[in-house]
Every structure is written in structure tokens, then in C-alpha cells.
């Protein structure tokens, strides 16, 4: 199975070589499918989107329901995917390197690991050792999984940019090949992050309409993800139409 995936993980890697990339977030076999008939490149798991589906909360997500809708996603579609895969499903950098060698079998193309617990920002060395522990599982299993260091400060209102850029740096050195602060959108604050982790790749993800992705390629940015918007979007419709049908009896036209 894992050789199968081979092809993609390299076309995933050589994605984040140059130019930039939109890759958007599915959250079932429907939404990868729909997207990858749309063109798109590369997809991303988003860790909240499938939990809205399960009638949960994002972080409300266990191991193995996670480790299955990896499988699931990348089972769906012939395109590289990137799992969200939080801190890792684990109390320690050793669980860590366990569940990363388990969504590596998975067929996933790459894989994040951020530094967020709860409301807070797990501790820095702590922090650091998880991408390790990432980086040294990955190594290990001799696949060509891309890492995403990822530091949630800026996303859980803890917006200090020397501190978030002072993460991502160690994290690019503890080995991850692409970094992410989501939450940071400003085009001089994302110059900022490119800039420090230069040549390593700078993912920014948007939840609306500004900045755009040309604009954040303009400043360097390689790859441009969104979350979960499209799940988000997906949603506010049957919401909308749900409640127009409870309270007028009627649906809103198809488009």
C-alpha cells in the first residue's frame, strides 16, 4: 500500500519547489472528489470539518477516527493529501512518533504537527520535540512524507509575531519541511515568516477574501490553504435552506 502512494508524495514535494498552490480542505469522500474534478493540485484534511460531520467540535477527534478519514481521503482521490493531524494524538514525543508512522500508512503525502493544547501553546522545548519526534518517524519509515511545523499562537488569540516566528524557526531546524502559522494573514507579517524560514516553504491559510492568493505569492508564500471554509460554506447553505424550509414551508432556488 505505502508504494502505491509513492508517485504522489513526490508530485506533493515538488509542488512546494516554487510558484504556489491552493490546497483546499475536504471533509468526505464527496467534497475530495468534487475538488480533485475541479483541477486542484493537492488536498488537505481539515481536522474540524470532519468532526462537524460527526456532530462534534474541532480537537474532539480521536486517534483512530482520524487515522480512518486519512485513509478514507486518500483512498478517495489520485491527489496528493496533507493530513491534519494536530499535535500529533498523543500526551508525549514518543506517542508522537508512534501515530506519525501510523498516518504515514495511512497514504497521506504529509502531515502537520502543531503546537497547540486546548486554549494554549504547548511549551516551546516541548513543542520542538514533537516536530522531532515527527521528523525521526518519518525518517524512519523511509517514505517521502512532507512535515508541517505549525504554530497555532496567532489562531488562539496569542498574537505575538517574534514569538510565533521564533517557533517556526525551530521548528524548521527540528526538521519540518513547510511551515505554518494560520491566523496570520497581513502580507508584511507573512513577508516576515518567509523571510526567517527561507527556502523552506510558508503554507497561509485565508478564510476570506482578502489577501488573495496572488497576493500572497507575490510575498513568497507556496502553498495557500483554507481550513474549514468550504465545510463552513457547506453548512451556512443547509442552514439556510433548513431553516427557510421550517419557517416558510418553502427551499431557496438551486443554482
Known amino acids: 500500500m505505502i508504494t502505491l502512494y509513492a508517485e504522489r508524495r513526490a508530485a506533493f514535494r515538488e509542488l512546494h519547489q516554487g ?4 490546497i483546499p480542505n475536504p471533509w468526505d469522500i464527496g467534497s475530495a472528489r468534487r475538488l480533485e474534478k475541479l483541477g486542484f ?8 470539518g470532519f468532526a462537524w460531520s460527526l456532530g462534534r467540535q474541532d480537537q474532539q477527534l480521536t486517534l483512530n477516527e482520524a487515522l480512518d478519514h486519512l485513509r478514507t481521503l486518500s483512498l478517495a482521490t489520485s491527489l496528493p493529501v496533507n493530513a491534519d493531524f494536530e499535535t500529533g494524538y498523543a500526551d508525549s514525543a514518543d506517542g508522537v512518533f508512534t501515530n506519525v508512522l501510523k498516518a504515514i500508512d495511512t497514504g497521506v503525502a504529509g502531515l502537520s ?3 497547540r493544547k486546548g486554549t494554549d501553546l504547548l511549551d516551546f522545548p516541548e513543542a520542538v520535540k514533537r516536530v522531532r519526534a515527527a521528523r525521526s518517524a518519518i525518517d524512519q519509515s523511509g517514505e517521502n512524507v512532507l512535515l508541517v511545523g505549525r504554530s497555532e499562537g496567532h489562531f488562539i488569540g496569542k498574537s505575538d509575531l517574534p514569538a510565533t516566528i ?3 524557526v525551530a521548528y524548521s531546524d527540528a526538521g519540518a519541511d513547510c511551515l505554518y502559522a494560520p ?3 497581513d502580507l508584511s507579517g507573512v513577508a516576515s515568516i518567509v523571510a526567517a524560514v527561507s527556502p523552506k516553504p510558508v503554507n497561509v491559510m485565508i478564510t476570506g477574501p482578502s489577501p488573495t492568493v496572488a497576493e500572497l505569492a507575490a510575498v513568497g508564500v507556496r502553498r495557500v490553504s483554507i481550513g474549514a471554509s468550504l465545510a463552513a460554506a457547506a453548512w451556512k447553505g443547509f442552514d439556510v435552506a433548513a431553516q427557510l424550509l421550517r419557517d416558510e414551508g418553502r427551499l431557496p432556488p438551486r443554482h
Request: proline share 0%; aromatic share 4%.
Open 166 to 168: 521564533a517557533r517556526l
Open 41 to 48: 493540485k493537492a488536498l488537505a484534511s481539515t481536522g474540524a
Open 183 to 185: 491566523g496570520i494573514t
Open 19 to 22: 510558484g504556489c498552490f491552493a
Open 113 to 115: 504537527i502543531e503546537d
